[in-house]
């Protein structure tokens, strides 16, 4: 069974940058989309963004300028960068794998998510 | 960017209740169109992709329809373990995948 689990600072102080890394366990990171996603406290989900096992990435326009995800494939690690965070970048972050096989993509793997907080 | 509409955003319902949530894109998205259960303080859980296919393992009282810009998930017979928000999310645009802003299901 495939399992994913997101790693990094639970605290950033503002207008540093935030770091994760999600790992993967029960299956290869070289195949398929790896995505970012995030939730506010109380609020609905944003993508951040995807890299595919090509090594592509598609980020949220709203963030391309501060957002770097990229892959690991030797230690099946994909990562999350996002530079110059505000208070409005706290959220549960999740890592979740995008699959595109004879359908349109879907995310269909999640990690548990990990609060990230963003203070001063 | 392509904008996703759900609506009611929070309903009230009982057990055994047929449950109707829709899901409008703000331009064509043909069947790019998944949706998702999210529990308190758990990760999503996909529950149908490609608008109207049923992930393994989702129970049969889930269902999905529609094509282009309207959508709709249907739980037949709610359930207990039913009550919980659902969002649903397009996959067509190359400018980025969006999720729609979620309908919570409530214990009436």
């Known amino acids: 069974q495939m399992q994913l689990q997101e790693s990094g600072p639970g605290l950033v102080k503002t207008s540093e940058t935030l770091s994760l890394t999600c790992s993967l366990s029960?299956?290869?990171?070289?195949?398929?989309?790896w995505s970012w996603i995030r939730q506010p406290p109380g609020k609905g989900l944003e993508c951040i963004g995807y890299?595919?096992?090509?090594?592509?990435?598609n980020y949220n326009p709203s963030l391309k300028s501060r957002v770097t995800i990229s892959v690991d494939t030797s230690k099946n690690q994909f990562s999350l960068r996002l530079i110059s965070v505000t208070a409005a970048d706290t959220a549960v972050y999740y890592c979740?794998?995008?699959?595109?096989?004879?359908?349109?993509?879907?995310?269909?793997?999640w990690g548990r998510g990990t609060l990230v907080t963003v203070s001063s | 960017d392509i904008q996703m509409t759900q609506s009611p955003s929070s309903l009230s319902a009982s057990v055994g209740d047929r449950v109707t949530i829709t899901c409008r894109a703000s331009?064509?998205?043909?069947?790019?169109l998944n949706w998702y259960q999210q529990k308190p303080g758990k990760a999503p859980k996909l529950l149908i992709y490609?608008?109207?296919s049923l992930q393994s393992g989702v129970p049969s009282r889930f269902s999905g329809s529609g094509s282009g810009t309207d959508f709709t998930l249907i739980i037949s017979s709610l359930q207990p373990e039913d009550f919980a928000t659902y969002y649903c999310?397009?996959?067509?645009?190359?400018?980025?995948?969006?999720f729609g802003q979620g309908t919570k299901v409530e214990i009436k």
């Open positions: 979740a794998r995008g699959v595109r096989q004879l359908a349109p993509p879907y995310f269909d793997y």
């Open positions: 029960g299956g290869s990171i070289s195949s398929h989309y």
């Open positions: 890299i595919s096992y090509s090594g592509s990435t």
């Open positions: 331009q064509s998205i043909s069947n790019y």
């Open positions: 490609a608008a109207s």
């Open positions: 999310q397009q996959s067509y645009s190359s400018l980025g995948w969006t």
